[in-house]
């Protein structure tokens, strides 16, 4: 069997000029990136045109280290779409360094079902990443300039500085460090560290603004800290925003590439799901759904995590309508989630996976809190046998739930005609059903109860000393009415990686609370969960090569 990056290098890839015609965009109106990318400029997005496309959101029961496939579904199920005469795009949120060089390798899906040139995408692609983390570290450079100058000093207090400088790249050495080291010509010593880009603030207001000036004002939105009388500093009162939103005019435009099929792709954006809001940008999303009729998209990790954040940050904020939701499920995950090592999983075992049912149940459930009935397309691996694909197609159809195995990794569009037959029919079923989790105005206690007792099954919530002063902090700011944005482990529905299948009984903990004023939430922090993570004890970046011609190998 070809290895994905093989399969994606022996397709004739299509010039982007010929996929934007398929949209009905003018080629003149692209900013080309050679002759496989572009960019859209988004001016072209049309709110009625937005209104009336179908958006379909593909997520996950809670997954194993590898993931289960979200991206190589939604890329099937947009091919399958195209094939049965839906117009269609795919939009999806860009791959991190941080994951392409650790554990789960690439993110353009897999197969005969990725989006390409995968190499670009998975690597440097457009430059957004790079703009997201200059923006952010000037910031950072403004404020460590400010608290050192004798002239126009804010008088900020530095230990309450809580912003981070960024990278995007797994860097553990440096989540806690000392700057300012010198003396008085070098700056004012304090503790400091990095954050991955993904999980930064302008990452996450990159995917929330609506526009250029949008954009601006939530970047001048952003809290840095105190002064010594106790006065909040914002970045506007360092005249930030400008620079910030220059260094971020090209990266505001979604990127246009394509699937091995030739649907088009719109890829843009890249929060993590289990710190920031998990989806691609509210432009992209828009740009889709103003040139096609349908809209997959994904939001990370499982329901509890991304489709949640999707639900109550993105769609909220982008005033969007959803007409269907997948939850891709595997074989794999499920008999892990029944209690099998992970070096088990190849092995037929079906007391194994009737065990792991109450995860895919539990994920069942809180699409529902939504108003959704889920669609569940079984993503199928070689080691899947007849008996277990059975026995769990007879589970959701127990469950009232729609159910298709996708073969989209092995055939492409082909493999997901059913599933693509089943969503034509829930979009119908579904003009408006959005039911959102909580109200803004809401206090913040009862808007993180509501989401880790009804997404989580935590019987009740537990905050340190520290998370009650921070809440308290915010709310006497004025900024109560935020939305809230947990961050969490995506190994477990609780807030313990270690608690497989549906944990219950818990106590949810919220140890911290960082407010992301600009990006219009709070990030309430459970457990162990970090904005840097680690590489692996064998990353991915150890198979990674180029020959003497440019060829890259051992992306997956």
């Not at 997520?59 to 049965?84: C, D, F, M, V």
């Not at 843009?268 to 992209?284: C, E, L, V």
């Not at 059975?390 to 492409?412: I, P, T």
Request: some cysteine; proline content about 4%.
């Amino acid at each position: 069997m070809k290895k994905d990056i093989e399969i994606a290098q022996l397709v004739e890839i299509k010039p982007i000029v010929e996929i934007a015609e398929k949209l009905g965009i003018n080629p003149d109106e692209l900013e080309l990136y050679g002759k496989y990318k572009a960019k859209i400029p988004i001016s072209l997005i049309d709110e009625e045109r937005v209104k009336k496309g179908k958006l379909i959101l593909v997520t996950a029961i809670t997954p194993t280290p590898a993931g289960e496939g979200k991206t190589t579904t939604s890329i099937s199920l947009a091919q399958a779409l195209n094939r049965i005469g839906k117009k269609t795009t795919v939009v999806l949120r860009e791959p991190s360094l941080g994951p392409v060089f650790g554990i789960k390798g690439g993110a353009a899906g897999g197969g005969y079902s990725q989006v390409i040139p995968m190499e670009d995408i998975n690597l440097h692609f457009t430059g957004d990443m790079s703009a997201v983390e200059k923006a952010n570290n000037l910031l950072s450079a403004l404020i460590d300039n400010n608290i050192q100058l004798d002239e126009g000093n804010l008088n900020i207090d530095p230990r309450t500085i809580k912003w981070k400088r960024v990278m995007d790249m797994n860097e553990r050495s440096l989540r806690n460090i000392i700057i300012g080291l010198g003396g008085t010509s070098q700056g004012v010593p304090r503790e400091s560290g990095f954050n991955i880009t993904a999980a930064s603030e302008v990452m996450a207001i990159l995917c929330i603004a609506n526009d250029l000036t949008d954009l601006k004002k939530r970047l001048g939105d952003i809290f840095i800290g105190y002064t010594y009388a106790g006065k909040p500093v914002f970045a506007r009162d360092l005249k930030a925003q400008g620079a910030m939103t220059a260094l971020l005019k090209e990266a505001i435009k979604p990127n246009l590439v394509q699937t091995l099929e030739g649907t088009p792709a719109i890829i843009h954006g890249g929060p993590f799901a289990n710190i920031a809001q998990g989806t691609n940008s509210i432009i992209a999303t828009k740009m889709g759904l103003t040139f096609s009729d349908y809209v997959v998209t994904e939001a990370g990790f499982a329901s509890e995590l991304g489709a949640e954040k999707f639900f109550n940050i993105k769609s909220r904020f982008g005033n969007l309508s959803t007409h269907a939701v997948v939850i891709v499920a595997t074989i794999r995950a499920l008999k892990y989630h029944g209690g099998l090592k992970l070096s088990e999983l190849i092995d037929e075992d079906l007391d194994a996976l009737r065990n792991g049912f109450e995860n895919l149940d539990k994920h069942i459930e809180n699409i529902r809190c939504y108003g959704f009935n889920p669609v569940i397309s079984i993503n199928k691996f070689d080691t899947d046998t007849e008996e277990e694909i059975d026995l769990l197609k007879e589970h959701c159809k127990s469950q009232n739930v729609a159910v298709a195995l996708n073969e989209g990794w092995l055939k492409g569009g082909e493999g997901a005609i059913e599933l693509a037959g089943l969503i034509v029919k829930a979009t119908e079923n579904c003009p408006d059903c959005l039911k959102t989790l909580y109200d803004l105005d809401w206090s913040f206690e009862k808007k993180i109860e509501t989401t880790a007792t009804r997404m989580y099954g935590a019987d009740h919530v537990e905050y340190t000393i520290l998370a009650k002063q921070q809440l308290k902090k915010i709310e006497d700011l004025g900024l109560g009415h935020l939305a809230i944005c947990i961050a969490k482990t995506q190994k477990s529905l609780s807030d313990n990686e270690h608690k497989k299948g549906y944990p219950r009984g818990f106590t949810f903990k919220i140890r911290e609370v960082e407010l992301s004023s600009g990006a219009g939430f709070i990030v309430p922090i459970a457990g162990t969960i970090m904005r840097m993570p680690g590489l692996p004890s064998n990353p991915s970046a150890e198979k990674i090569d180029i020959d003497e011609n440019g060829k890259i190998s051992g992306l997956f």
